[in-house]
């Protein structure tokens, strides 16, 4: 097969674009991010790392993010699921709110959070400055995650082997859990994967809603925003890597087990 003449040319020059594009925006960036945690030698940056307030925010990040993925790995696929296979008066309009928190500034959302949960609720629940209300403040950011990785699989999948299964009188829950699951399990973890990522270092919806109580409430991104605003750059620096290493090696593991999944249910 010929080439169109010049098609290398172009080729070549749109590598080099997106590289270089990615080089300034993405990597060196984040080159900097860690010559800044270890500017003053490895001692600095483990001293950082492992101080107590640094290592009760995150092991509180971790967890609460931890929870708020769990929820949406659940309640993401079956929002997903009615708006693909259910009918009803208003799914456009819920189909459009999914994608809310996607344009709502994250501290827009916090405040809304803070009016509907706070002291004030007019619903008469209050979890504000409590590691639920961090909980509730990240499911809200990250829902669209899982909606929105889901929700194609379902649209796209081949309902003839649901139907098949169900002729042969395989019920609901044994169609879902051999035919049904198995095809969505992939999105499933790629969607949570993301939400995980976007939680680990979420900050404006949980800085009004979570009190900022040391060891009690403050998740690693405000513990980053105090020590930067303490003038200490190179601690929040260092706070930062780990979140970042966290994040990278997470979506590693993830991806593999989603390619390995999506393998399996193709084979």
Request: a positive charge; proline letters at 5%.
């Amino acid at each position: 097969m010929t080439r169109a003449p010049g098609t290398s040319t172009y080729r070549a020059l749109g590598l080099g674009i997106s590289a270089t594009f990615i080089s300034v925006v993405v990597l060196i960036p984040l080159a900097a991010l860690v010559w800044t945690s270890v500017a003053d030698g490895g001692d600095s940056f483990w001293a950082a790392v492992t101080s107590p307030p640094a290592l009760a925010s995150l092991r509180l990040t971790v967890m609460v993010s931890l929870g708020a993925t769990i929820v949406n790995a659940f309640m993401g696929t079956l929002v997903a699921w009615v708006l693909v296979r259910d009918r009803f008066w208003g799914r456009r309009v819920v189909d459009a709110l999914i994608d809310l928190p996607f344009a709502l500034p994250t501290i827009v959302a916090g405040l809304t959070l803070l009016a509907l949960y706070g002291p004030r609720s007019p619903v008469g629940i209050n979890v504000a400055y409590t590691r639920h209300a961090l909980v509730v403040a990240l499911i809200f950011v990250t829902l669209p995650f899982v909606v929105r990785a889901v929700q194609p699989v379902l649209m796209e999948m081949d309902r003839e082997m649901e139907e098949a299964a169900a002729s042969l009188g395989a019920g609901r829950w044994a169609i879902f859990r051999r035919i049904v699951l198995p095809n969505l399990a992939p999105a499933i973890l790629g969607g949570s994967a993301l939400g995980f990522a976007k939680a680990l270092g979420e900050f404006g919806s949980v800085v009004l809603i979570s009190g900022n109580i040391p060891f009690r409430t403050e998740v690693a991104s405000v513990y980053i925003f105090g020590q930067i605003e303490s003038g200490v750059p190179q601690a929040a620096a260092a706070v930062s890597v780990v979140l970042l290493l966290a994040s990278l090696v997470l979506l590693t593991v993830l991806g593999l087990l989603e390619r390995r999944w999506s393998r399996h249910a193709h084979e």
